[in-house]
Nanobody, 120 residues
Framework: QVQLVESGGGLVQPGGSLRLSCAAS????????MSWYRQAPGNQRELVAAINGGGNTNYADSVKGRFTISRDNAKNTVYLQMNSLESEDTAVYYCNAKGRTRTFRNFDAWGQGTLVTVSS
């Protein structure tokens, strides 16, 4: 089983910054990709940013130039540095990890979500 624990959400003013963290634990063989999704009230969950084991990244157009995803493979942790936050960034942010278990089955795990509120 793979567990993902997110932290770092909270209330921030427009133009401010926050850094989200997500640590993976449990029994697994490898993690291939780690991603951040978000879901605002009334909206579908959307991909914000993703990073693979080689460090290749991709971002939603709405966050390019403002958000940076990074990964510490030794700690099985992914980060999302969010700068120049806007009210439209208000959402619950979810961490996702895909990889293989010790029995070489694929897994697709989700964190519990952390709320980011951008408001003055």
């Amino acid at each position: 089983q793979v567990q993902l624990v997110e932290s770092g959400g909270g209330l921030v003013q427009p133009g401010g910054s926050l850094r989200l963290s997500c640590a993976a634990s449990g029994s697994f063989f490898s993690i291939s990709s780690m991603s951040w999704y978000r879901q605002a009230p009334g909206n579908q969950r959307e991909l914000v940013a993703a990073i693979n084991g080689g460090g290749n990244t991709n971002y939603a157009d709405s966050v390019k130039g403002r958000f940076t995803i990074s990964r510490d493979n030794a700690k099985n942790t992914v980060y999302l540095q969010m700068n120049s936050l806007e009210s439209e960034d208000t959402a619950v942010y979810y961490c996702n990890a895909k990889g293989r278990t010790r029995t070489f089955r694929n897994f697709d795990a989700w964190g519990q979500g952390t709320l980011v509120t951008v408001s003055s």
